[in-house]
């Protein structure tokens, strides 16, 4: 039994930061952050109730600390394991899918090194979950001794605090006592290349021989860039990542001593309702200092003919992954290559929704549809059996999904990309960065797409590539 207690938020913005510096104090904590879910400039001004549905999000934030109980697993049994944990708890459950589940899913292996080396699943109950959401005036509280809260006003944003153990209202005076941190300098770190760009470039050529005989279409191959026995501060290097991209599925993982400080632009699968809802990403443009040339930049995006049939191949392949659980008929293009703008980027982003079957689990339907088709390329198996081949480090984590099943049993995760993952025992820490490889892809432009997606992380580590 949960009491929940909700209350009005003056400083959001304040308040998420000092959720982040309260909740890395746990051995396990994850805090989700949608940064007021960025939306098209033509979009920018509408209020969110009039967005499309799938466009507006549930909450702004969520933080989730403590361990009341929790299923860690392999590959293997690791999706059953989750299963039977779902079914008995039904309640807030958060945590993540590795790549390497891939492995359970189909006939395949992983070989590469892995200096990370997060367990494939882990998820848990937590103690503790406060959510932040547009405060729609409609206020409640139930707790277990029947005791309300007072509003004053109407705040912008109002904070829901589900605790199994201490009182919200003592919590919420805590979290008015801390101070988050104002730190914004990181020590300098030097990241290697696990391929050099010669290397790179050939692996992109050995690919297209293999689009050119018809054995794929289209493969998304990622590159390593790690460095190893540094120290940093991961909540510092969190904050500036998440100040500098913005983006609508960040997330600060902490499991024991490895971190996840994500900035994902790409939702893999949420769920409301009966509905799920997929946004593929696939097209990439640099933003520019200057206005017009920007939006030259972002115009060349949304009519290149390249990005466009990359982008289409995987929603063919995302509605497929859907359709094998959805309700016949009901599988659907909301956005086909929508152009959202980012602080850094601009993103070709197409939106694929469909009505699950009422006989088939949610674990299915998120199994079944992993990993996220932009990650891999298409055909789908294929396509990995070549990331197997070609690429030098085991993905783990990246290419994953961070997320979070609610109590009435939706749930929403993204896709691991725009990533630092840190092992602060032994100092390694890896961004990993990818693009898809076509037939009439320019390897230069490949290797140089790679390096326009890593350009948030060097800044947050105040980093150098050698």
Known sequence: MRCVASFPVSEVEVLKRSLRAWARTFPVALCLDSNHAATPPEKNSMPPEQLPYWQQPVWECLTAVGVADAVCAESGMAFNSLRHFYDYHRDWLFGFISYDLKNEIERLYSRHPDGIALPDL???????????????????????????????????????????????????????????????????????????????????????EHIAAGDVYEVN?????????????????????????????????????????????????????????????????????????????????????????????????????????????????????????????????????????????????????????????????????????????RRGLYSGAVGYFSPEGDFDFNVVIRSILYRAGTGYLSCQVGSAIVYDSHPGEEYEECLIKLEAMKHSLNAKTN
């Not at 593929?280 to 003919?305: C, F, N, V, Y």
């Not at 063919?316 to 659907?332: E, I, K, M």
């Not at 197409?350 to 298409?378: E, K």
């Open 122 to 208: 882990y998820f848990f109950r937590p103690e503790i979950v406060v959510g932040i959401r547009k405060d729609k005036r409609e206020h409640r509280t139930t707790t277990d001794n029947n005791s309300k809260v007072s509003f004053d006003g109407a705040p912008t944003y109002t904070a829901e605090i589900y605790t199994t153990g201490e009182p919200p209202d003592r919590l919420w005076e805590t979290f008015q006592q801390i101070h988050p941190s104002t730190a914004t300098f990181s020590m300098p770190v030097l990241l290697h290349p696990r391929l050099t760009r010669d290397e790179y470039l050939h692996t992109v050529a050995a690919l297209q």
């Open 221 to 393: 191959l990622c590159q390593e860039f790690y460095a190893e026995e540094v120290h940093v501060d991961p909540l510092v290097v969190f904050e500036r990542l998440n100040a500098r991209a913005s983006a609508p599925f960040s997330a600060f993982l902490r499991w024991y001593d490895r971190y996840l400080l994500c900035a994902s632009p790409e939702r893999f699968l949420a769920k409301r309702g009966q509905r799920l809802y997929s946004q593929p990403i696939k097209g990439t443009r640099r933003r520019l200092a200057d206005r017009e040339a920007d939006a030259r930049e972002r115009a060349m995006l949304q009519h290149s003919e390249k990005e466009r049939a990359e982008n289409a191949m995987i929603v063919d392949l995302v509605r497929n992954d859907l359709a094998r659980h959805c309700v016949p008929g009901s599988v659907t293009v909301e956005e086909l290559f929508g152009i959202y703008t980012f602080p850094t980027v601009h993103q070709m982003i197409s939106t694929v929704s469909g009505l699950l079957s009422p006989t088939v689990h949610p674990i299915t339907a998120l199994r079944d549809a992993f990993p996220m088709g932009s990650m891999t390329g298409a055909p789908k198996i294929r396509a990995m059996e070549l990331i197997e081949h070609y690429e030098r480090t």
